[in-house]
């Protein structure tokens, strides 16, 4: 056992010396794993804000409807952006996406986020949230 740790130490030594740090972190992104129709783009944003409620109808004149309550998990506010992109009935992107929204959550409270497609071809959407 004696003459394991000196082998051992120089195979260590042999094998920084040649660049070798370790095995890589892991790294996991599981912010951007969507909760329902909604997708956190940020570590930020997936820490603090929830989504407490969310509704989808279709409007009288076919185009989709989205209204979501975005809840902040912070006691301070927190600004975030907020972005639509929608899908027709086959999961293709539409070209309606909106534009990015600013958002102010206030501190453990929630804020209400509403939406409309532009094209009548929207079946399902995806909400992006990110930190500024």
Sequence with gaps: MGRRLPVAAALLMLLMACGWRGP?????????????????????????VSLSDYQV???????LDVVLELANLSALDVEVQVQTVFRDGQGQLLSDETGWQ????PG???????VRSLSTDAESFVVQVKTP
């Design 24 to 48: 890589a972190p892991v790294q996991t992104w599981s912010h951007l794993q969507p909760v329902g129709n909604v997708i956190a783009l940020d570590e930020a944003a997936w820490r603090l």
């Design 57 to 63: 109808a279709r409007g009288d004149d076919g185009r």
């Design 102 to 105: 600013m958002m102010v959550l």
């Design 108 to 114: 453990n409270g929630s804020s209400r986020y509403e």
